[in-house]
């Protein structure tokens, strides 16, 4: 790979098949105004510990204590970091922290965020904020100074990405495959079930009305059990209606979830509303979670209001 050209979707960064590996260290850095922020979200998103607007100087420091910190914590952390370039000696302080890294057993590996002129003034102008080199100048005038500074940073990174057609979605998604290989779900939805006396939660995605089943609370029998106890489950899903409207959801949620994925959206909430969220929420949330859970999509429950009466 030339570092001149852009890396092609689905290709790594990581020389061992994608796959991180303990002593690697993902370095983003680029032209101001390029998304080191953003790209500093996905990266967190794919489960990476990582500090945005590093100075290089602090390289080494913050992987020895994060070694610590996954020494003690026995947790297979992975680390990043954005570094920042507001620092006039910044090339030759970042390569002094990529030498400290690899003399201490570290494998750095180079993102390189690029933009053209226009659209990083456009950018700039949007957020109406100056450039960090800009001095007393223009902003154009911060802007190549930047980008000579960078010149041959910019060669010697493994991946260089142009940003300037894409928003934050769409950088996302381009940032996402050079990470390494999926090792889990891509999406995680909480389903979380609720009685509608209590309100309906404020942060649901989509919410569903349970209301049109029988309620087991004037069964005898059931009023002091839960949706999780079995004979509520088995009472729930016998109703009529039951089982054709969790074969309707599951219908519904399928292009969703799709959708959800190929936007690059990590998270997403179900509410799943009865009265008062003791019985039909509950046994529903479970038989709908228990349907939607996939190798891409990992599902966890939520009973909101369950014991609060």
């Known amino acids: 790979m030339t570092p001149d050209h852009e890396q092609p979707d689905g290709a790594a960064v990581l020389p061992t098949g994608g796959v991180p590996e303990a002593n690697d260290f993902l370095i983003v850095t680029g032209m101001s105004g390029a998304g080191r922020s953003t790209a500093a979200n996905v990266i967190e998103d794919r489960g990476w510990f990582i500090v945005d607007n590093l100075p290089p100087q602090l390289l080494s420091s913050m992987a020895e204590l994060a070694g610590r910190v996954r020494n003690d914590s026995g947790t ?22 990529l030498a400290a890294l690899r003399d201490a057993g570290w494998r750095p590996h180079l993102i390189f965020l690029d933009a053209t002129d226009e659209a990083l003034v456009r950018r700039f102008e949007s957020v109406r904020r100056p450039h960090p080199l800009q001095g007393e100048g223009r902003l154009l005038d911060g802007i190549q100074a930047e980008r000579e500074m960078l010149r041959d940073l910019r060669a010697e990174a493994q991946v260089v990405i142009d940003t300037s057609g894409l928003n934050v979605h769409q950088l996302g998604r381009k940032l996402t495959p050079l990470l390494g290989v999926e090792s889990g779900p891509s999406l995680r939805l909480a389903l979380m079930s609720f009685g509608f ?33 079995e004979p509520v489950a088995d009472w729930v899903m016998a109703q009529e209606g039951a089982q054709e409207f969790v074969d309707a959801v599951v219908r519904l949620m399928g292009p969703v979830t799709a959708g959800y994925l190929a936007e690059g959206r990590r998270y997403a909430t179900i509410g799943i509303g009865c009265t008062g969220g003791k019985h039909r929420s509950v046994a529903m949330t479970q038989a709908i979670a228990a349907r939607l859970t996939t190798e891409q999509v990992a599902t966890f429950v939520v009973h909101r209001d369950l014991g609060r009466e």
Do not use: C
Request: net charge negative; hydrophobic share 50%.
């Open 76 to 97: 297979d952390l992975q680390i990043a970091a954005v570094v920042d370039v507001r620092a006039r000696a910044f090339h030759s302080e970042l390569h002094a922290g």
């Open 197 to 229: 006396k209590y309100g309906v939660p404020l942060d649901a995605d989509f919410v569903f009305d349970m209301r049109f089943l029988p309620n087991p609370f004037w069964v005898p029998e059931l009023k002091a059990l839960t949706g999780v106890d």
